[in-house]
């Protein structure tokens, strides 16, 4: 069963027999996550599609600009994180990942 998930996850056969279940488990998680995000963007792109193309038959005045519709990428005035901020997060959140008992992935 456990292949066959790896398969349909289009992972390589090939890279399945030398991990831990531990790792497969974490990558098929992964995968999943993944798909299901790619899901969620394709609904939203197909949505947003509609919405643009029903302003454009039926009110092309009231088309709204790319920003206005989409948003930006961030907040404004956000910045992104510094290498030092991110390694900071990352040992956050590794001891809480440690805290919390959970089983290793080797």
């Given at each position: 069963m456990l292949l066959r998930n790896?398969?349909?996850?289009?992972?390589?056969?090939g890279e399945f027999w030398p991990i831990t279940p531990g790792e497969i488990t974490v990558i098929l998680r992964g995968a999943r996550d993944r798909i299901q995000r790619e899901a969620e963007i394709a609904k939203r792109l197909v949505y947003a599609q509609a919405v643009l193309n029903s302003h454009a038959w039926h009110g092309p005045r009231r088309m709204p600009d790319f920003d206005r519709f989409f948003g930006t990428a961030r907040a404004p005035g956000s910045a992104r994180q510094t290498p030092e901020q991110m390694m900071n997060a990352l040992r956050d959140w590794s001891a809480k990942v440690s805290a919390a008992g959970l089983p290793e992935v080797h």
């Open positions: 790896w398969v349909a996850a289009g992972l390589p056969s």
